[in-house]
């Protein structure tokens, strides 16, 4: 490890969707159409209102999810399988990026919004699967999501893991802010470049995980 904001760090967090596979393969495109299907049906809304509604829960309660069970009493996991059931051929396995992540000393997790399930089949398509010691899904934070600060307390107290000793790799910047505050070193993944200035509570921002990993690991631009 030659990057000095990174010595210190044991335990690396990585969030999944768009971090751990780049936005441009567009897996969450499924996704998201599948989570507007879902509010069109069960609210019994137009599609426009279901966006409507998808993108309201989002920003108010960090997740559709979470806006569907605290305003509706949503039972999470209908929703959660019926969102999830895509097609995941779209992946392709990085072996670059596996390889840089086999070299990160110390435990490597996945904490991600879907379910640890779900992280696994993206894992499998990826060919990431061996390289993580545990993951974690919002079913493991009792349902609440990043970036709630009991979902993080959740996952964290659970995984064991000293926050001043740990970095995460998110694509959503609001999902680092609690992480910053309990000590983590913050990396924002975003393939766009499209935040400046950079957030204060954001250490590194990248648009290319591999490169990044590669760069703190002293491959220079490899």
Known sequence: MKHDDFRHIDTWVFDLDQT?????????DQINTRMSNFVARVLNVEAAEADRIRHEYWHAHGTTLAG?????DIPP??????????DFSILKPDP??????????GRRIVYTNGTADYARNVLAHRGLSHLFDAIYGVEDANFR???????????????????N??????????????????????????????????????????HDLSWFLGHILGEGAG
Not at 20 to 28: G, T
Not at 68 to 72: D, F, G, K, S, V
Not at 77 to 86: A, Q, R
């Open 145 to 163: 999501p990043k970036p709630e600060q009991d979902a993080f307390a959740m996952i964290f107290e659970k995984d064991g893991l000293t926050p």
């Open 96 to 105: 670059t990026l596996a390889a840089r992540i086999a070299r990160l000393d």
């Open 77 to 86: 996991y209908p929703y959660l399988d019926e969102v999830h059931e895509i």
């Open 20 to 28: 751990l596979y780049p936005a441009s393969m567009a897996l969450f």
């Open 68 to 72: 569907l069970m605290a305003r509706h």
């Open 165 to 206: 000793r740990a970095a995460m790799f998110e694509d959503d910047p609001r999902n680092l802010a609690v992480p910053h505050q309990m000590g983590l070193r913050t990396v924002l993944v975003d393939e766009t470049g499209a935040h400046h200035p950079r957030p204060s509570h954001i250490h590194h921002q990248t």
